[in-house]
Nanobody, 126 residues
Protein backbone atom coordinates (compact mmCIF):
# COMPACT_ATOMS: atom_id res chain seq x y z
CA UNK A 1 0.00 0.00 0.00
CA UNK A 2 1.34 3.43 -0.90
CA UNK A 3 2.04 6.04 1.77
CA UNK A 4 1.96 9.71 0.85
CA UNK A 5 3.57 12.45 2.92
CA UNK A 6 3.04 16.13 2.21
CA UNK A 7 5.41 18.86 3.32
CA UNK A 8 6.23 22.47 2.60
CA UNK A 9 3.24 24.17 4.14
CA UNK A 10 3.52 27.20 6.35
CA UNK A 11 2.63 30.82 6.86
CA UNK A 12 3.10 33.25 3.98
CA UNK A 13 1.94 36.76 3.18
CA UNK A 14 -0.51 37.41 0.41
CA UNK A 15 1.28 37.57 -2.91
CA UNK A 16 3.94 35.16 -1.77
CA UNK A 17 4.80 31.65 -2.88
CA UNK A 18 5.12 28.18 -1.44
CA UNK A 19 6.04 24.83 -2.89
CA UNK A 20 4.43 21.74 -1.46
CA UNK A 21 5.90 18.30 -1.89
CA UNK A 22 4.21 14.92 -1.85
CA UNK A 23 6.56 11.98 -1.40
CA UNK A 24 5.34 8.44 -1.97
CA UNK A 25 6.67 5.20 -0.60
CA UNK A 26 5.64 1.58 -0.28
CA UNK A 27 3.96 0.91 -3.60
CA UNK A 28 3.76 1.94 -7.23
CA UNK A 29 3.56 5.66 -7.82
CA UNK A 30 5.00 6.45 -11.22
CA UNK A 31 2.09 4.94 -13.18
CA UNK A 32 -0.61 6.82 -11.30
CA UNK A 33 -1.97 10.31 -11.61
CA UNK A 34 -1.60 12.45 -8.50
CA UNK A 35 -4.00 15.12 -7.40
CA UNK A 36 -4.02 17.94 -4.89
CA UNK A 37 -7.03 18.90 -2.82
CA UNK A 38 -7.57 21.37 -0.02
CA UNK A 39 -9.93 21.67 2.88
CA UNK A 40 -10.91 24.31 5.39
CA UNK A 41 -12.64 23.47 8.66
CA UNK A 42 -16.33 22.81 8.25
CA UNK A 43 -16.19 22.55 4.49
CA UNK A 44 -15.78 19.77 1.97
CA UNK A 45 -12.45 18.84 0.49
CA UNK A 46 -12.10 20.64 -2.85
CA UNK A 47 -10.09 19.89 -5.94
CA UNK A 48 -6.99 21.95 -6.69
CA UNK A 49 -5.36 20.14 -9.59
CA UNK A 50 -4.13 16.83 -10.97
CA UNK A 51 -1.19 15.65 -13.03
CA UNK A 52 -1.12 12.57 -15.24
CA UNK A 53 1.23 9.71 -14.51
CA UNK A 54 3.60 10.79 -17.28
CA UNK A 55 3.21 14.52 -16.59
CA UNK A 56 1.92 15.12 -20.13
CA UNK A 57 -1.37 16.48 -18.89
CA UNK A 58 -2.44 18.52 -15.93
CA UNK A 59 -5.52 20.50 -15.16
CA UNK A 60 -6.55 22.83 -12.39
CA UNK A 61 -9.49 24.31 -10.60
CA UNK A 62 -10.49 27.70 -11.98
CA UNK A 63 -9.68 29.31 -8.65
CA UNK A 64 -5.97 28.44 -8.95
CA UNK A 65 -5.45 28.34 -12.69
CA UNK A 66 -2.50 30.50 -13.73
CA UNK A 67 -1.17 30.68 -10.17
CA UNK A 68 -0.55 27.03 -9.21
CA UNK A 69 1.50 24.48 -11.11
CA UNK A 70 1.85 20.75 -10.49
CA UNK A 71 4.95 18.87 -11.53
CA UNK A 72 6.38 15.46 -10.75
CA UNK A 73 9.67 13.63 -10.48
CA UNK A 74 8.89 9.94 -10.89
CA UNK A 75 12.49 8.93 -10.33
CA UNK A 76 12.15 10.26 -6.78
CA UNK A 77 8.47 9.42 -6.24
CA UNK A 78 7.66 13.08 -5.65
CA UNK A 79 4.96 15.43 -6.86
CA UNK A 80 5.11 19.18 -6.32
CA UNK A 81 2.53 21.91 -6.06
CA UNK A 82 4.04 25.30 -6.79
CA UNK A 83 1.77 28.03 -5.48
CA UNK A 84 2.36 31.61 -6.55
CA UNK A 85 0.45 34.84 -5.98
CA UNK A 86 -1.12 33.34 -2.90
CA UNK A 87 -4.34 34.82 -1.55
CA UNK A 88 -5.88 34.59 1.92
CA UNK A 89 -8.62 32.40 0.45
CA UNK A 90 -5.97 29.81 -0.39
CA UNK A 91 -5.62 29.12 3.32
CA UNK A 92 -6.41 25.46 3.91
CA UNK A 93 -4.97 22.06 4.65
CA UNK A 94 -3.58 20.70 1.41
CA UNK A 95 -3.68 16.99 0.61
CA UNK A 96 -2.11 14.96 -2.14
CA UNK A 97 -3.77 11.81 -3.40
CA UNK A 98 -2.88 9.02 -5.78
CA UNK A 99 -5.32 8.09 -8.49
CA UNK A 100 -7.33 4.96 -7.87
CA UNK A 101 -6.30 3.24 -11.12
CA UNK A 102 -2.99 3.23 -13.01
CA UNK A 103 -2.65 5.27 -16.19
CA UNK A 104 -6.07 6.84 -15.72
CA UNK A 105 -6.34 10.61 -15.31
CA UNK A 106 -9.03 11.21 -12.70
CA UNK A 107 -11.43 14.08 -12.85
CA UNK A 108 -11.93 16.29 -9.84
CA UNK A 109 -13.83 14.03 -7.47
CA UNK A 110 -12.18 12.74 -4.28
CA UNK A 111 -13.72 9.33 -4.89
CA UNK A 112 -11.49 8.83 -7.92
CA UNK A 113 -8.41 8.85 -5.73
CA UNK A 114 -7.39 5.85 -3.70
CA UNK A 115 -4.66 6.92 -1.28
CA UNK A 116 -4.27 10.15 0.63
CA UNK A 117 -1.60 11.90 2.60
CA UNK A 118 -2.12 13.41 6.03
CA UNK A 119 -2.14 17.00 4.79
CA UNK A 120 -0.05 20.11 5.32
CA UNK A 121 -1.36 23.46 6.53
CA UNK A 122 -1.02 26.53 4.33
CA UNK A 123 -1.91 29.88 5.86
CA UNK A 124 -1.90 33.07 3.81
CA UNK A 125 -2.06 36.32 5.75
CA UNK A 126 -3.48 39.49 4.31
Amino acid sequence: QVQLVESGGGLVQAGGSLRLSCVASGASFSTYAVGWFRQVPGKERTFVGVIAWDARRAFYADSVKGRFTISRDNANNTVYLQMNSLKPEDTAVYYCARGARPFILPLNRPGEFGSWGQGTQVTVSS
